[in-house]
């Protein structure tokens, strides 16, 4: 399974940005995806996953990012709007085949908001 995020880039605070992950390979299954994001120096953070259970969101980003997937296309996005410096990081995605499995992740795309 290989996973390719795209759609970072350079906003300015309060714009809005729509990161993509696509995904090939043979998938047999998927548990849930997400997204999570990392700034230097900090651990790696959840922002958003979506499963059959539904979708949920780091507090930080509620009401502003929007988890989705497009089956037919195998992709994942994220619509992050109202974005703020803090925001800043780099933005990987990721996909659980089953319960329990060590998830796939995708490259990273770089998000910059500045202020």
């Known amino acids: 399974v290989q996973l390719q995020a795209s759609g970072g880039g350079v906003v300015q605070a309060g714009g809005s940005l729509r990161l993509s992950c696509a995904s090939s390979?043979?998938?047999?299954?998927?548990?849930?995806r997400g997204w999570y994001r990392q700034v230097p120096g900090k651990q790696r953070e959840l922002v958003a996953t979506?499963?059959?259970?539904?979708?949920n969101y780091a507090d930080s980003v509620k009401g502003r990012f929007t988890i989705s997937t497009d089956n037919a296309k195998n992709t994942l996005y994220l619509q992050m709007n109202s974005l703020k410096p803090e925001d800043t990081a780099v933005y990987y995605c990721?996909?659980?085949?089953?319960?329990?499995?060590?998830?796939?992740w995708g490259q990273g795309t770089l998000v910059t908001v500045s202020s």
């Open positions: 990721n996909l659980i085949t089953r319960l329990g499995a060590a998830p796939y």
């Open positions: 390979g043979i998938i047999f299954s998927i548990f849930s």
């Open positions: 979506i499963s059959s259970r539904g979708t």
